[in-house]
């Protein structure tokens, strides 16, 4: 296997069962950690990029969501096997960010990657150096 195929595999992630597939456009180099209620429950190390870069093979087919608070965005799951797999925004509107569960990958893309801490609990602000 060449390295571009290794970095290419690293990019291509899934849920448990295998039902929801998620190709990232590019190597993250920052991650983020958060402590909110949400986050803290789903235990997601989430990655974020343009809303339409990431492609996905079984949403929305395969997922379902969930919607709370504030109702501006979304946690999608599969549907088989409960995994937290990514949020997006509800408008949906195209160049807005959304956030990838880097958990649904090879430890070695997590491996490579900053994993900032934010408290979204309190203070809303990184807790880390």
Not at 97 to 114: E, I, Y
Request: neutral net charge.
């Amino acid at each position: 296997m060449t390295e571009e195929q290794a970095e290419r595999n690293l990019l291509t992630g899934s849920c448990h069962c295998g039902a929801l597939r998620i190709t990232l456009p590019v190597m993250p180099t920052v991650a983020t950690k958060c402590n909110c209620s949400i986050c803290r429950r789903l235990g997601g190390i989430w990655a974020y990029f343009e809303l339409g870069t990431v492609q996905f093979e079984g949403h929305p087919e395969h997922t379902t969501d969930y919607i709370w608070g504030d109702k501006t965005l979304r946690t999608i799951r599969c549907r088989h096997c409960g995994c937290a797999t990514h949020w997006e925004p509800l408008d949906g509107v195209l160049g807005a960010r959304h956030g990838v569960n880097l958990n649904n990958f090879d430890p070695a893309l997590q491996a490579r990657v900053k994993i900032r801490h934010f408290d979204g609990a309190e203070t809303w602000t990184f807790i880390d150096t």
